[in-house]
């Protein structure tokens, strides 16, 4: 079983930066695939990005340009770059791999 923590979650202006982190343990397959998922309020769950332990990547389009995934497996953890922030970014970001979900972190993007 895997354990997923997100992290790195708070309230940035428009135009803004945020790193979230996304620390794995338990039993961690490194050549394993991971993603990052968002649910902003009223809406379903939708996909950000993922990574392939090859480090073979892929975006949503909504996000494409602006976000950047990334994994350090020696260190079990993953990593969402968010640059150029919106307020239609605003969302739980959760972390998922491995079968398991995090239980996500809050990005607020307002003035």
């Known amino acids: 079983q895997v354990q997923l923590v997100e992290s790195g979650g708070g309230l940035v202006q428009p135009g803004g930066s945020l790193r979230l982190s996304c620390a794995a343990s338990?039993?961690?397959?490194?050549?394993?695939?991971m993603g990052w998922y968002r649910q902003a309020p009223g809406k379903q769950r939708e996909f950000v990005a993922s990574?392939?332990?090859?480090?073979?990547?892929n975006y949503a389009d909504s996000v494409k340009g602006r976000f950047t995934i990334s994994r350090d497996n020696a260190k079990n953890t993953m990593y969402l770059q968010m640059s150029s922030l919106k307020p239609e970014d605003t969302a739980v970001y959760y972390c998922?791999?491995?079968?398991?979900w995090g239980k996500g972190t809050l990005v607020t993007v307002s003035s």
């Open positions: 338990g039993r961690i397959f490194s050549w394993a695939g």
């Open positions: 998922n791999g491995m079968a398991s």
């Open positions: 990574i392939t332990g090859a480090g073979i990547t």
